[in-house]
């Protein structure tokens, strides 16, 4: 499983710098589940966490990893990027499963300022994505 | 270094489990710095760094380490504990010097309401604290 963690990076790295939602979806196990620095209950599900995910990577700007760590199937990443004004550091913390696909990511990020300019971009996009998802009904 | 970076380890969950501010004190560099989850600037001396760290172990409730991972020299420790009602998650990011000893810390925690629980516990004994400092003048 080393391997397969260590050979997941290059990947990671090109979808995370293209913004290709596509493979980001990819990369996604079905039952995904995803911990976000402003709540402690985890996102669960492939199509909601690619969507956060496909925001936030829109955007913080200038987005780039710095210190990695792989132990077995298990991965933190130290990244780096801005939000308007703030500059922010964070972490994501990544669990492969048997196929070589995330099925858990850990996200922390600081500072306190940086987290907050992220929600308030974040939050109404990720509400409109959930309103629109639960007017197109249980099979939308 | 990944010897030593491993070997690390042991003191380092002996020293936070039984909050043992001495051997705190003795395994941070004098030039240390820390990033914390509220600001932007680093922290910086051996002196305000212990300070702080020792508040913030006495802070969080039920700290304990999870994942762990280390390359050369730089480790970083995933752990939980808990801030009054609040579950926290939090990631030390650790970067030894030569001699094994802690030249930078930068520490996240999630989610929002748990960092907030945090900061109104810390900010107030730091405040003290640097107030104490600045009476006593250049020599204290």
Do not use: K
């Not at 703030?86 to 306190?112: F, H, K, N, T, Y």
């Amino acid at each position: 499983m080393t391997a397969d963690a260590r050979s997941f990076l290059p990947g990671w790295h090109r979808i995370v710098a293209e913004r290709d939602l596509d493979a980001l979806f990819e990369v996604l196990a079905d039952d995904v589940t995803m911990a976000t620095p402003p709540y402690w209950d985890r996102l669960a599900g492939r199509d909601l966490v690619h969507h956060l995910l496909g925001i936030i990577i829109e955007t913080i700007e200038g987005f780039t990893y710095h210190r990695e760590w792989v132990e077995a199937g298990e991965l933190a990443l130290e990244f780096r990027g801005r939000v308007g004004d703030c500059e922010l550091q964070g972490i994501d913390l990544i669990s492969l499963d048997e196929s070589g696909r995330i099925r858990a990511l850990d996200v922390m990020v600081r500072p306190a300022n940086a987290l907050a300019a992220l929600r308030e971009r974040v939050a109404p996009r990720m509400q409109a994505f959930l309103a629109e998802r639960a007017a197109a009904g249980p099979e939308g």
